[in-house]
């Protein structure tokens, strides 16, 4: 289920299986369920691909992960999208701290194959595969219903799936009822070969795994089963186990297809044949207890260290390891830190008793020694001098009982008096010689985006019209990003004028200034219930801003934090893509 690594401090209560597509990890469950789709075509008529809208298209387009070439008609698209639900319930795949809540649901887990706060052994593995088949088993009766009397998928029937888009954000598509639930329930199946030890052919469970407790770090294996390990989740057959668990993955989904889109049978039979797909991939072997070791299960191999519910290395490869690392680098330095200021606290006693020792022994000798002697005296007087540029007299009179010294010191004049003030320059402004002056110029710009990812480039004319207002009128093009394959989208087409208030700074190389947009947004990409041609509005803010004097004629213009919206759908389900922005450009004034 868990999709990308982070130290576990960060990250509570994100789980593990058959990884799904995002920027960082390989998409387990796309693949296998893509083969299997393959296969059945292959086989029956029924599972032909769907055809397309140009609205689909736009949805299936703008998915945060690219399916393969051939799975990107209507039912291969929807598949996919539907066997990543049980992990994201329309989060986006990137949202860890929202997949957390997904994966941490206890009423879930058996959507995963994984066992429930009251799956306690004995019997909580049967029970926990219980959950799992009768999950299965409803999805599948929900996908038999969701086809025509052909047998094929029914396209007037239709299911409501919540879909995170990279660039639209959240929808609620309707989609072919048959390959929502098929694609829930595939997903289950497939997760059942990453959440179980297994006999030794791979096809009966002998325990299923516990992620809840594992990672809340409450596991009593004897009574919860063994914890969830994530070296099981791995598709890229590192080794002969994990390589026939996903070969049999790839049978057991390709079975359930091939029972739910057979033509010739009716709908009671199809469930026949589900249950004989159950029965030969996700089903219980008795016999194995914490007692024997869980008979001895290869797949101990592979559970997490020891003391560890943290989960770490979810992402393939050296990006989790080096995740993984800085977290416990930076665990090590915390505890280094705490160590020294513990040592420093200790070296301290020592020093504390040297102190003692020496002071003990002073006053020891305080006691003991010779009687001090006569007390001296000293006085000290200061007499102000009449002129206010000469220092006063101070007289200094040390009194012993033999003898008495008088010391009077007259200091001279400072020798070294205040510096005189500098002479202040203005900095010459940009454009004409009087910057009250009504003056005119032009822009040019390139900003970035870090939120909703962009690009913008801009061209625009100005107009300064005292020393504390300019307007401007300012076209830009902005080009927003998708990480699904690292594609860059049209975009939009952004018109807006802007009313600039300027903080003038006569004798620095800059002045502040603060400005407001607002305009009209021309879209120029096709996206799902947004169509290409749209036209919206514009708004945008600069808190701040920088105008660095380079010459009297160019204005560095620098801002670290922008805001702009353009919204360029604004019928049905308003199309919105808010931007926080870096921006740097050139204004050219004349004068």
């Known amino acids: ?21 995002n920027e960082l990890t390989s998409g387990c469950h ?3 369920t893509s083969a299997a789709l393959r296969d059945v075509r292959k086989e029956l ?22 399916p393969d070439e051939d799975m990107k008609d209507l039912g291969g698209a929807t598949l996919l999208a539907a066997v990543r639900d049980n992990d994201l319930k329309g989060r986006p795949s990137d949202d860890l701290s929202a997949l957390a809540e997904v994966h941490g649901d206890p009423a879930g887990q058996q959507e995963h194959c994984l066992r429930a706060p009251e799956h306690k052994e004995p019997g909580g593995t049967k029970a926990a595969v219980e959950a799992c088949r009768a999950f299965i088993r409803e999805r599948a009766l929900a996908a038999i219903q969701g086809l025509n009397a052909a047998g094929a998928p029914d396209l007037d029937k239709r299911t409501s799936l919540t879909i995170y888009l990279s660039i639209r954000g959240t929808v609620r598509a309707p989609l072919p009822t048959y390959y929502v639930a098929a694609g829930q329930g595939l997903h289950a199946i497939e997760d059942s070969f990453t959440h179980t030890y297994r006999t030794a052919d791979e096809r009966k469970i002998t325990v299923t795994l516990d992620w809840l407790n594992e990672v809340n770090g409450t596991l009593v294996e004897s009574r919860d089963g063994p914890g969830h390990a994530k070296a099981l989740d791995q598709c890229d057959d590192a080794d002969d186990l994990r390589k026939t668990r996903r070969l049999l993955a790839i049978e057991a989904s390709t079975a359930f297809l091939r029972a739910t889109l057979d033509p010739t049978k009716t709908t009671d039979q199809k469930m026949a044949a589900i249950d004989v797909m159950l029965d030969s991939y996700v089903s219980y072997q008795p016999g194995c207890t914490f007692d024997n070791n869980w008979c001895n299960a290869a797949e101990a191999q592979y559970k997490n260290p020891a003391g560890c519910g943290c989960q770490l290395g979810f992402v393939d490869g050296g990006a989790g390891t080096a995740l993984g690392f800085g977290g416990l680098l930076g665990f090590a330095l915390l505890r280094r830190a705490r160590r020294r200021r513990a040592l420093g606290r200790l070296a301290i006693l020592p020093a504390l008793g040297l102190v003692g020792a020496v002071s003990f022994a002073s006053a020891e000798a305080r006691a003991d020694g010779p009687v001090p002697g006569p007390k001296t005296t000293v006085k000290t007087t200061t007499t102000p001098s009449d002129d206010p540029n000469t ?34 320059v203005p900095v010459k402004e940009p454009g004409p010689v009087d ?12 900003a970035g ?3 909703k990812p962009a690009l913008a480039t801009a061209v625009g004319a100005r107009l300064r019209v005292s020393k504390a207002w300019a307007f401007g009128l300012d076209g830009e093009w902005n080009p927003w990003i998708a990480f699904n394959g690292a594609t860059v989208r049209k975009g939009a087409v952004n018109i807006y004028g802007t009313a600039m208030l300027r903080f003038p700074l006569a004798y620095e190389k800059f002045n502040l200034r603060v400005s407001a947009s607002l305009g009209t947004s021309y879209l120029l990409t096709n996206l799902y219930g947004a169509p290409s041609g749209s036209i919206g509005v514009y708004v945008g803010a600069n808190p701040l801003a920088i105008e660095w004097k380079l010459s009297r004629i160019f204005y560095l213009i620098v801002s670290p934090v922008g805001f702009a919206m353009p919204v360029p759908q604004l019928k049905g389900v308003p199309l919105v893509y808010p931007q926080y922005r870096s921006t740097i450009g050139l204004e050219i004034w004349a004068g």
Do not use: C
Request: charged content about 10%; cysteine-free.
């Open 435 to 446: 910057p009250s002056q009504t003056a005119i110029g032009a822009y040019g710009g390139f």
């Open 45 to 66: 008529k029924t599972a032909a691909p769907l055809p397309i809208t140009d609205d689909e298209r736009a949805l299936v387009d703008d998915l945060q992960f690219t």
């Open 449 to 451: 985006s870090f939120a």
């Open 30 to 32: 796309e693949g296998i």
């Open 1 to 21: 289920m868990t999709l990308i690594a982070v130290p576990f401090a960060l990250l509570p209560g994100t789980a593990a299986a058959y990884t799904i597509s």
């Open 391 to 424: 220092p006063p007299t101070t007289a200094t009179v040390k009194t012993t009982p033999t003898t008495t010294t008088t010391t009077i010191t007259a200091p001279t004049k400072d020798v070294n008096p205040a510096l005189p003030a500098p002479t202040v």
